[in-house]
């Protein structure tokens, strides 16, 4: 199976070519745009056959200095740019037009070299943009290659490629974010990671956004920059802690060689919509995400497993006996039919773990391997729910 992981680097991006890729796309845009057929029902097609692609390309190619490969990548990102927009039309929820907002050059792996850890990028002939990758200590050695790359002014976005197989583990672990903390089920313990940091920076940016909104009549342009600046720092400082925590949970995993079990967010409303204020709804949303993408695409990586499963009912539902639980204040919940007085987190995290159970690890024998620890799962739940309550 192919995994990938992306990172950035800082660069001194060549400004001329991101402006000049920046125009070839808006001009190749308007071009296929006049072949967008719209039948009498309204649904758009889009009829641009190799004559046509060839026609635009020499266009484009006409006083074009850099390599021309760009033309061709350009003429491709707009094409599967306009190919999303007709299904969106179609299906009747694309608002506006197409449009090109975004300064970013598509590098596709004809456009770079890589060799002694240094990627070698043709900006033109003969003129080359050299990134050597053994400066940032941070991006991964054990790749098998790198895919393309995205240049934007300041940073270069870089994609690492690696086969893995996915390992036979012994047992997965089943984890629940939510607005204050990740709750775990590692290895027979119940784990709770604390978020409150995260989410203090988040009241504290709330709080900064409210003042510079003051600003917004009087000096609307500094109110912009601000609002911009601080926004950045939030996501970075939320994202910075998010690594660090799946960071340490795959590297666990890794030593216990355990897969993981996560709720398939789809179903995320059914949990947050009830959950009040907008803030901590976003919050609460973003924290479930972003752990989910994390811990996933770092498992992935190290070949384990990773699986999810539908959390439906997963919070009302007695982990104990299945009986209905309803809330007893607080983070509490009780069962109404055996009386048990659970933490609410806690119930989520074992529910995930008895769906998952039956189906993990997703490949090969794993658990199977040490005779029906599959029909004896749950009762050794049960064991260890009952040393956890007690
Ligand atoms: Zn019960």
């Given at each position: 199976m192919e995994t990938i992981k992306s990172y950035k680097v800082p660069i001194n991006a060549p400004k001329d070519l991101i402006k000049a890729y920046f125009e070839i796309k808006k001009k190749t845009l308007n071009e296929i745009l006049k072949h967008i057929n719209y039948s009498k029902h309204g649904k758009a097609h889009l009829k641009f056959g190799r004559e046509d692609r060839r026609r635009l390309r020499n266009k484009l190619l006409?006083?074009?200095?850099?390599?021309?490969?760009y033309v061709d990548s350009a003429i491709n990102s707009v094409i599967s740019l306009v190919k999303s927009w007709i299904t969106l039309h179609n299906k009747g929820r694309a608002k506006k037009p197409p449009s090109i907002t975004r300064k970013t050059v598509y590098i596709k792996t004809t456009l770079f070299k890589v060799k002694d850890n240094k990627i070698r990028i043709t900006i033109k002939p003969r003129q080359y943009l050299e990134v050597?990758?053994?400066?940032?200590?941070?991006?991964?050695?054990?790749?098998?290659r790198i895919g393309g790359l995205i240049l934007q002014e300041n940073k270069l976005i870089i994609t690492f490629k690696k086969n893995v197989e996915v390992k036979n583990v012994k047992d997965c672990a089943s984890f629940d974010a939510n607005l204050t903390n990740v709750t775990g089920y590692i290895n027979g313990r119940i784990v709770r990671y604390d978020l409150r940091k995260l989410y203090h920076i988040h009241r504290v940016y709330e709080e900064k956004r409210r003042r510079i909104?003051?600003?917004?009549?009087?000096k609307p342009k500094t109110s912009k920059r601000l609002m911009e600046k601080y926004s950045r720092r939030e996501w970075n400082r939320a994202r910075d802690i998010m690594h660090k925590l799946t960071t340490g949970i795959a590297r666990m995993l890794t030593s216990l060689n355990h897969g993981v079990i996560l709720e398939?967010?789809?179903?995320?409303k059914e949990r947050t919509?009830?959950?009040?204020k907008d803030f901590n709804r976003k919050i609460s949303k973003w924290n479930a995400r972003t752990f989910q993408y994390m811990l996933e695409y770092k498992l992935r990586w190290l070949g384990l497993p990773v699986k999810y499963v539908n959390p439906a009912y997963s919070s009302q539902t007695?982990?104990?006996?299945?009986g209905r639980l309803t809330a007893y204040g607080g983070r509490l919940m009780k069962c109404t039919r055996c009386g048990f007085i659970w933490d609410r987190d806690v119930v989520a995290v074992l529910n995930l773990r008895m769906r998952g159970?039956?189906?993990?690890?997703?490949?090969?024998?794993g658990i199977h391997e040490q005779g029906s620890v599959d029909a004896d799962a749950p009762q050794s739940l049960h064991r260890q729910i009952k040393a956890y309550a007690g």
């Open positions: 006409k006083n074009w200095e850099y390599a021309k490969h050597d990758l053994s400066k940032f200590s941070y991006l991964p050695k054990d790749y098998d909104q003051k600003l917004d009549k009087t398939d967010l789809k179903n995320i919509l009830r959950k009040g007695c982990p104990l006996c299945s159970l039956r189906g993990c690890p997703e490949r090969g024998r």
